[in-house]
């Protein structure tokens, strides 16, 4: 079954839930746009992941309707193999790179803003000592040191 993940996308998922919902294209263009024949298609109906998919977007579909957050939702996930394209392409300039880096960090809620920011920007050190039911929590400033290489 870990061979079957690699058939499909959420996107794939995503138009078989609009064609079996009514409103999306005819099969054989979803099929000719994701590049699957039809003993694809028989493999992806048995793999229960691609099948969970598919009817969490019909159940979505069916309560909200097409919503346009959810049309976007969707090229969202397709975007991210343009993003992965431009940030290992080397006639990319370094800036959109970053650019992209940083807004796929955030968009996953990877980025460092989370569960205990206190808003400071310069960041910090938090160590929590556990010393049979008495906790110390001992908090450190981030120091910048401002030097050259030769200072050093």
Do not use: C
């Not at 994701?34 to 109906?45: E, N, Q, R, Y």
């Not at 397709?78 to 955030?106: C, G, M, Q, Y």
């Not at 450190?140 to 040191?145: D, H, L």
């Amino acid at each position: 079954m870990a061979r079957l993940s690699k058939m499909w996308n959420d996107r794939l998922a995503f138009d078989m839930a609009l064609r079996l919902e009514g409103s999306g294209e005819a099969m054989q263009d979803i099929m000719a746009r994701h590049g699957i024949d039809a003993a694809t298609l028989i493999a992806l109906k048995k793999d229960p992941v691609f099948i969970k998919r598919v009817d969490d977007y019909r159940t979505e579909i069916q309560a909200k309707g097409l919503t346009f957050k959810l049309k976007a939702r969707a090229q969202a996930e397709e975007l991210l193999t343009t993003s992965w394209l431009l940030i290992h392409n080397p006639d990319v300039s370094p800036t959109v790179k970053a650019d992209l880096i940083k807004s796929t960090v955030k968009w996953a809620g990877l980025d460092s803003k989370g569960d205990n920011d206190t808003g400071e920007s310069a960041g910090g050190v938090r160590i929590t000592i556990n010393l049979g039911g008495v906790e110390d929590v001992v908090e450190t400033k981030t120091k910048v040191i401002d030097a050259d290489p030769g200072d050093l």
